[in-house]
C-alpha cells in the first residue's frame, strides 16, 4: 500500500486494563440500541478524505444481532460515517442477514461523490457471531479503498485512477471532497441505527500501513503520526483523546469495565 513508511519506535500502547476470555483487552464501551442511538463529532477537514488524500478508521464492534431492527436500503445499517444529501464522504456498512442483495454479514467500507448515488468500496463477508468482538479498519489512499478485519487485509478496491491491477476496479470513479457533515458513530445520517458495542474508535488523516495496522491489532500500538482523534468511549463521554474534536452521545448507554 503505497501509504507513509513505518516509524519503529513513535507507537505508543493503549493501556490494556484486565484481560477477558477472549484473549483481549477488556475496556469499557458504548452500547447502541438500534433505533435512536448515537455519537456526533463536528465536521473537521482532517476527517475527509480530499483533504490530505487519505484516511484511515479504525474501530473494535461487537454486533449485538444479525437482524437490525432499524435498516435502510436493501437491509443495512451504516454504523459510522460522515456524510449526509449533497455532501456524502464516507461510511461504514453492515448488512442484516435475509437483505434484498444477498448479503448477509457483510462489513464494508465506502467512499462517496458529493452528491451521493453508487460508492466504491472493499469489505469482507464472513459469518459474524453476535456477542464477539471485531476489529474493523477502513482505509483509503488517494485511489484506493482498503478493508481489514482482525489485523488482516481482505480487499483492497480502485475508486479512481487506473490503477495497477493489484485491487478490483469498478466501472464507476469517485472524487471525494470535504463537507460539513458531522462524523457519526453509531449511525451516519440517522437513517438507521447499529444495535451492539463499539469502541475505541481511530481516526488518521493519512492511509496507515499494513505492518501499522498488524501492530494496533495484535499489540494494540498507536501509531501516533497522522492521528486526528482518538474515542475510547470511556468514562461515559466521547472525550478525543488528542483534545481537539470532542464528540457528544446521544442516547448510547456507557459500559465500564469490569
Same mark, same amino acid.
Given at each position: 500500500m503505497p501509504a507513509p513508511a513505518r516509524q519503529p519506535g513513535n507507537e505508543r500502547t493503549a493501556t490494556a486494563g484486565k484481560v477477558g476470555n477472549s484473549g483481549l483487552p477488556m475496556a469499557s464501551y458504548l452500547r447502541f440500541d438500534g433505533v435512536r442511538s448515537y455519537v456526533e463529532i463536528p465536521s473537521s477537514n482532517v476527517f475527509s478524505l480530499s483533504a490530505g488524500g487519505g484516511i484511515t478508521v479504525s474501530a473494535w464492534i461487537?454486533?449485538?444481532?444479525? +437482524?437490525?431492527? #432499524?435498516?435502510?436500503?436493501?437491509?443495512?445499517?451504516?454504523?459510522?460515517?460522515?456524510?449526509?444529501?449533497?455532501r456524502y464522504e464516507w461510511v461504514f456498512r453492515m448488512y442484516s442477514q435475509g437483505n434484498a442483495e444477498?448479503?448477509? +454479514?457483510?462489513? #464494508?467500507?465506502?467512499?462517496?461523490n458529493a452528491q451521493g448515488g453508487e460508492g466504491v468500496g472493499s469489505y469482507f463477508e464472513d459469518a459474524i457471531v453476535p456477542g464477539q468482538w471485531i476489529h474493523v479498519v477502513g482505509v483509503a489512499d488517494s485511489q484506493r479503498t482498503y478493508m481489514y478485519k482482525n489485523g488482516e487485509l481482505r480487499r483492497c478496491d480502485q475508486y479512481r485512477g487506473s490503477g495497477d491491477g493489484t485491487c478490483v476496479k469498478h466501472p464507476i470513479q469517485v472524487d471525494p471532497e470535504a463537507g460539513s457533515a458531522p462524523v457519526r458513530i453509531g449511525t451516519r445520517d440517522l437513517k438507521s441505527f447499529f444495535k451492539g458495542d463499539i469502541r475505541e474508535v481511530r481516526i488518521w488523516d493519512r492511509a496507515l500501513t499494513g505492518s501499522e495496522i498488524s501492530g494496533l491489532y495484535s499489540r494494540r500500538s498507536v501509531p501516533p503520526k497522522g492521528l486526528a482523534?482518538?474515542?475510547?468511549?470511556?468514562?461515559?463521554t466521547a472525550r478525543d483523546t488528542t483534545g481537539?474534536?470532542?464528540g457528544a452521545i446521544f442516547g448510547a448507554s456507557w459500559i465500564p469495565q469490569t
Open positions: 461487537r454486533p449485538a444481532t444479525l +437482524n437490525f431492527p #432499524s435498516t435502510e436500503g436493501s437491509g443495512y445499517v451504516h454504523w459510522m460515517g460522515k456524510g449526509e444529501k449533497g444477498n448479503r448477509g +454479514n457483510r462489513i #464494508s467500507f465506502y467512499v462517496f482523534a482518538e474515542y475510547l468511549l470511556t468514562n461515559g481537539a474534536h470532542n
